[in-house]
């Protein structure tokens, strides 16, 4: 039993699956809910902050333009951050300050060319940090994304409204 830790008005949100991807063999929860329009992205921040427990990595998945930079915006100042909240993209990282003084880092991979800008920008000072990363074209650097990296995906659905879905260990 993956307990009843469901999205409000979204029945059958939640199921636990035997993650058989990781060495680790782990109850893994998969969490999904639908964000209807933007003015209920702040709940449904708080929602996924809820859900992912300790974890510090997400590996944001979508299409351009499904709205990566903007959930990650409302997450982050759902955490307190003042900052102002862009996409990174030609920076490759942004820096914030959440509420409690703590670094949160904002990563944006779709201009890289090849892995060694990666390894060149010292990603591992970022990645295991103990810090939240939030990274955007998570694909792109796959071989070097951390295994607890929880994989979170947005998917725009046929009225426009998001499917936003990830993995969390129970």
Not at 3 to 15: K, V
Not at 33 to 41: N, T, Y
Not at 90 to 105: A, R
Not at 121 to 143: K, N, Q, R, V
């Amino acid at each position: 039993d993956g307990g009843d830790d469901r999205a409000p008005h979204h029945p059958d949100a939640t199921q636990t699956i035997i993650d058989k991807n990781k060495e680790r063999k782990s109850n893994m929860k998969k969490v999904y809910f639908e964000l209807e329009s933007l003015d209920k992205i702040h709940e449904a921040a708080r929602y996924f902050l809820n859900a992912v427990g300790d974890a510090n990595i997400f590996a944001i998945d979508g299409d351009m333009g499904v709205g990566k930079t903007t959930f990650i915006k409302a997450v982050c100042e759902e955490l307190g951050v003042k900052d102002v909240i862009t996409s990174p993209t030609f920076s490759l990282v942004n820096e914030y300050t959440d509420g409690k003084g703590e670094p949160v880092y904002h990563f944006d991979f779709y201009r890289i060319k090849k892995l060694e800008e990666v390894y060149d920008m010292g990603y591992e000072d970022y990645f295991y940090s103990g810090a939240l990363c939030f990274i955007e074209w998570p694909e792109l650097i796959e071989d070097v994304l951390p295994g607890d990296a929880v994989k979170v995906y947005i998917d725009e659905q046929e009225d426009g409204s998001r499917k936003i879905h990830f993995e969390t260990a129970e």
